[in-house]
């Protein structure tokens, strides 16, 4: 076999571009529920010492062995029991300086299930369902996070009236106008 000198190997390109390899993969998982007449949508607790008192989405680094879907369910799994609900992959977030340990790109994924059909397992993790039009401030950009689900839900919703099962009959997005702001 002829070596081409135009070609390099994949061990000198990671060698050259050390730096390249050194970012994060996560997720973050946005669990989309209704109750109450009330858009909700499940939070975490901080567990970082930089956004303390704050609630963040559900989502983890992704392992080395694992791809994003996979991480995705296992992230949902883990932190809720939940393991019957069908995840949309939404939109990949990459801001220089969205968390404070290093360069970290979180895909995102969400779902909108029926709260009263899903029971979560919530009793030592401080998960809580929160009303989206009170949400002010979220650790990392997951405000941000939300925000793009919104839409996408927004879209879904339009496209696919199958969601429509899960949304009570006077269900309107016009109620969560002044929630989205533009970015």
């Known amino acids: 076999m002829t070596s081409n000198p135009l070609l390099k190997s994949a061990a000198a390109e990671k060698s050259s571009h050390l730096e390249y390899f050194n970012i994060a993969v996560s997720v973050d998982c946005v669990i989309f529920g209704y109750e109450d007449k009330e858009l909700k949508v499940l939070l975490i607790q901080s567990d970082l ?3 303390s008192g704050l609630y963040s989405l559900l989502g983890d680094l992704v392992k080395p062995d694992e791809d994003l879907d996979a991480a995705s369910y296992r992230v949902l799994k883990d932190r809720t029991g939940l393991d019957d609900v069908f995840l949309q992959q939404v939109h990949t977030f990459g ?4 968390h404070p340990s290093g360069r970290v ?3 995102a ?7 009263n059909s899903h029971k979560l397992n919530i ?3 401080d998960l809580h369902w929160h009303a989206v039009k009170g949400i002010k401030k979220l650790a990392f950009d997951h405000k941000q996070i939300i925000d793009t689900c919104i839409k996408m839900l927004r879209e879904q919703i339009m496209e696919h009236p199958v969601v429509h099962n899960l949304l009570p009959e006077k269900f309107s997005f016009a109620l969560y106008r002044n929630y989205m702001k533009p970015f």
């Open 49 to 51: 010492e930089e956004f």
């Open 123 to 125: 009793d030592s993790n």
């Open 105 to 107: 790109v979180s895909t």
């Open 95 to 98: 801001s220089v300086n969205r």
């Open 109 to 115: 994924y969400y779902s909108l299930v029926d709260i």
